[in-house]
T-cell receptor
Framework: NAGVTQTPKFQVLKTGQSMTLQCAQD?????MSWYRQDPGMGLRLIHY???????DQGEVPNGYNVSRSTTEDFPLRLLSAAPSQTSVYFC??????????????FGDGTRLSIL | GQQVMQIPQYQHVQEGEDFTTYCNSS?????IQWYKQRPGGHPVFLIQ?????EVKKQKRLTFQFGEAKKNSSLHITATQTTDVGTYFC??????????FGAGTRLAVHP
């Protein structure tokens, strides 16, 4: 099993450009989420999804869009990149048990720099 | 909204000393999870606590969930250089929205 696969691993963008970070999982997990990690800030939740067709905002959703058309894929779109979005982005997935999150499986991350 | 606070932000110890990190939530949690992230890596799941007052051990690591289900701690006995990394707690108070603390970065000096 590949687990959670994120692409690309590294990306440099110019301010104002748009791009999509890809995330795919092969574990049939209902729950998928995107976090950004900045020094000293820990992992901050951007958006999450509890199943295909269902998405919701996390702590820092502004400037990002998501969609969940299949169970496997959960892409993150930057509409107009800004230097403040320079960060390491992690995608994670887990199964769900009622209202309790199960252990999260993380991808290797995407290091994004915006000039 | 839900907030998860973690202290200390950074701690360095001599190898063999003990280490503790604390996690506090602004809301009651349905469960709490702990993760470890090595430098340059991604967070890796360590353990999940569900019950009020629960205590779990993994070798030299002891995890505790508070009686009110709003706080938790991770204690490492006799640290080793392999314990180096950042330890995160993560809690869910609402419907599956998992919020992470800022993490405690542990440095171990041989």
């Amino acid at each position: 099993n590949a687990g959670v696969t994120q692409t690309p691993k590294f990306q440099v963008l110019k301010t104002g450009q748009s791009m999509t970070l890809q995330c795919a999982q092969d574990m049939n997990h209902e729950y998928m989420s995107w976090y950004r990690q900045d020094p000293g800030m820990g992992l901050r939740l951007i958006h999450y999804s509890v199943g295909a067709g269902i998405t919701d905002q996390g702590e820092v959703p502004n400037g990002y869009n998501v969609s969940r058309s299949t169970t496997e894929d959960f892409p993150l779109r930057l509409l107009s990149a800004a230097p403040s979005q320079t960060s390491v982005y992690f995608c994670a997935s887990s199964s769900l048990s009622g209202y309790s999150n199960q252990p999260q499986h993380f991808g290797d991350g995407t290091r994004l720099s915006i000039l | 909204g839900q907030q998860v606070m973690q202290i200390p932000q950074y701690q360095h110890v001599q190898e063999g000393e003990d280490f503790t990190t604390y996690c506090n939530s602004s809301t009651t949690l349905s469960n709490i999870q702990w993760y470890k992230q090595r430098p340059g890596g991604h967070p890796v799941f360590l353990i999940q606590l569900v019950k009020s007052g629960e205590v779990k051990k993994q070798k030299r690591l002891t995890f505790q969930f508070g009686e009110a289900k709003k706080n938790s701690s991770l204690h490492i006995t006799a640290t080793q250089t392999t314990d180096v990394g950042t330890y995160f707690c993560a809690g869910s108070g609402g419907y599956n929205k998992l919020i992470f603390g800022a993490g405690t970065r542990l440095a171990v000096h041989p």
